[in-house]
T-cell receptor
Framework: AQSVTQPDIHITVSEGASLELRCNYS??????LFWYVQSPGQGLQLLLK??????LVQGIKGFEAEFKRSQSSFNLRKPSVHWSDAAEYFC??????????????FGTGTKLQVIP | DGGITQSPKYLFRKEGQNVTLSCEQN?????MYWYRQDPGQGLRLIYY???????QKGDIAEGYSVSREKKESFPLTVTSAQKNPTAFYLC?????????????FGDGTRLSIL
């Protein structure tokens, strides 16, 4: 069975500082990996995805993530955080498309607080 | 502009009452999903549908029911059998072209008990 671990429940960073959110996954084959962001009371917005190719993936809002197969990790990074980045971030792992749907497992999320 | 519309944004349920959450998409996606979100638990899959008139139970289907009579609509009914329905419910859709296309989400419905 696939699983995702986000070890940090809360993270606080100063505006302008760099950010790294950790994500470890478990999946028996090559995974489809996603990072989503959720503002309070809103749905999930896709930041970036990885399924093959270059292991460093660029996303929206200046985010990037690096797939490391040997460490089963897909950490999210941003070089300089803005106050508007305060939100909850979810890492997710997807199985292959089968039977007309894709089983996606989400982590429990990391809440990011940005201080001035 | 294409997207997923969930309504209502807030919903209150009385004891013994069934309530229905609406989810409509105009993305022409084949697959649709319902998730339940509780604080600190991430998203858990309730039901999914690959095609019109077909749907499957997810990980926590007990106390819920769905229908898929039209491609663009996938309503979720929270029945009186669901003893702990207070949660944030998210609907998602996905194109049927492969797993590299992500799921798209609506803005959610927050259900509370009166």
């Amino acid at each position: 069975a696939q699983s995702v671990t986000q070890p940090d429940i809360h993270i606080t960073v100063s505006e302008g500082a760099s950010l790294e959110l950790r994500c470890n996954y478990s999946y028996g084959a090559t995974p489809y990996l996603f990072w989503y962001v959720q503002s309070p009371g809103q749905g999930l917005q896709l930041l970036l995805k990885y399924f093959s190719g270059d292991t460093l993936v660029q996303g929206i809002k200046g985010f990037e993530a690096e797939f490391k197969r040997s460490q089963s990790s897909f950490n999210l990074r941003k070089p300089s955080v803005h106050w508007s980045d305060a939100a909850e971030y979810f890492c997710a792992v997807g199985a292959g498309w089968s039977g007309g749907y894709q089983k996606v497992t989400f982590g429990t999320g990391t809440k990011l607080q940005v201080i001035p | 502009d294409g997207g997923i519309t969930q309504s209502p944004k807030y919903l209150f349920r009385k004891e013994g009452q069934n309530v229905t959450l609406s989810c409509e998409q105009n993305l022409n996606h084949d697959a649709m999903y319902w998730y339940r979100q509780d604080p600190g638990q991430g998203l858990r899959l309730i039901y999914y549908s690959q095609i019109v008139n077909d749907f499957q139970k997810g990980d926590i289907a007990e106390g819920y029911s769905v229908s898929r009579e039209k491609k663009e609509s996938f309503p979720l009914t929270v029945t009186s059998a669901q003893k702990n329905p207070t949660a944030f419910y998210l609907c998602a859709s996905q194109t049927g072209n492969g797993g590299n296309q992500p799921q798209h989400f609506g803005d959610g419905t927050r259900l509370s008990i009166l």
